[in-house]
């Protein structure tokens, strides 16, 4: 299904049934200030094992972000210093993923090897007004034209729909994608580096 959703103004009540559709389990696509994403609710673990057949990646090994909806609860999921928090209130909402190590509370299904989380706030009042009505995190992972070494991502939701209609419940039309990712901002280590340049300058 294809859901048509103006970015400046969503519609409130198809927020309301996007956000049914996630408690229940659902797995959606939808905009981002960068490109667009596969998603569902981090606390769903059939939902965040269908993410992770779609990207063809074991959750364990899967580098999976989630969306929030301000830093007000990061603590409860991620391990986070001053100076970080202070980087994080600068430059989110952004097109950021920052890296930080994750807490116990962060669900099982969403814990890597490494026992990180990527955290992102981004710059769309459509995912921002979805994550708002949740209420708690949506995970987050690109939507890729192919899989291979030189990554590339479908900006028209038509062919995104195309691709993946069948796979996911719901595609969110928020008109064009960008096809840069976001800045990967990883504070795991001893200093805080650049993993990845994208669209954010830091």
Do not use: W
């Not at 103004?9 to 490109?35: A, H, M, Q, S």
């Not at 667009?36 to 269908?50: F, H, L, M």
């Not at 990207?55 to 990061?74: H, Q, T, Y």
């Amino acid at each position: 299904m294809l859901v048509r959703l103006f970015e400046d103004n969503p519609n409130d009540r198809e927020i309301r049934k996007i956000v049914e559709l996630l408690r229940d389990g659902g797995v959606i696509i939808y905009p981002t200030d960068t490109i667009y994403a596969i998603g569902c609710d981090i606390n769903s673990v059939k939902a965040v094992q269908r993410v992770s057949a779609i990207r063809k990646v074991k959750p364990e090994k899967a580098n999976f972000s989630m969306i929030c909806k301000d830093l007000g609860n990061i603590a409860a999921y991620a391990k986070v210093t001053n100076e970080e928090f202070r980087l994080m209130k600068h430059y989110l909402p952004g097109p950021f993923t920052f890296v930080l190590p994750a807490t116990n509370k962060l669900p099982n299904a969403l814990m890597n090897r490494r026992k990180t989380i990527g955290i992102r706030i981004p710059k769309n009042f459509i995912v921002q007004a979805i994550v708002d009505e949740l209420g708690g995190p949506l995970l987050t992972t690109s939507v890729k034209a192919e899989e291979g070494e030189v990554e590339e991502y479908i900006t028209d939701p038509e062919l995104i729909h195309e691709k993946y209609g069948r796979l996911v419940d719901l595609v969110i039309d928020g008109g064009y994608g960008n096809n840069v990712p976001s800045t990967v901002i990883d504070c795991t280590g001893d200093e805080i580096v650049v993993s990845r340049q994208g669209l954010g300058e830091l």
